[in-house]
Nanobody
Framework: QAQLVESGGGSVQAGGSLRLSCVAS????????MGWFRQASGKEREGVAA???????STAASVKGRFTISKDNAKNTLYLQMNSLKPEDTAIYYC?????????????????WGQGTQVTVSS
């Protein structure tokens, strides 16, 4: 059974950095697309960054230049490096995986979801 487990969330001050990790099990994710999503309190879930099986990436305009998605196939792990964090980045961050290889920030393409990790940025 495919499972995704996120870690690395926490509380930081504005301008700080965090790196989120997502370990995949029961799933050969290296051939498929994966992504990071976030949901702030009272808001809809939004796509943050995605990476496909070939390593191509897509990043939301709101985080471009600050967040970087990457993966380590040997460790079956997806990462999100978050720099220059802002209070508006505060949200629960979710890792997600597809049974396909569509590079997209739209949640409808994703089939497996992690439980989420909280990121809180204070001003």
């Amino acid at each position: 059974q495919a499972q995704l487990v996120e870690s690395g969330g926490g509380s930081v001050q504005a301008g700080g950095s965090l790196r989120l990790s997502c370990v995949a099990s029961g799933y050969t994710y290296s051939r498929y697309s994966m992504g990071w999503f976030r949901q702030a309190s009272g808001k809809e879930r939004e796509g943050v960054a995605a990476i496909d099986g070939d390593g191509s990436t897509s990043t939301a305009a709101s985080v471009k230049g600050r967040f970087t998605i990457s993966k380590d196939n040997a460790k079956n792990t997806l990462y999100l490096q978050m720099n220059s964090l802002k209070p508006e980045d505060t949200a629960i961050y979710y890792c997600a995986a597809q049974w396909g290889n569509i590079l997209s920030l739209a949640s409808r393409w994703y089939n497996v979801w992690g439980q989420g990790t909280q990121v809180t940025v204070s001003s």
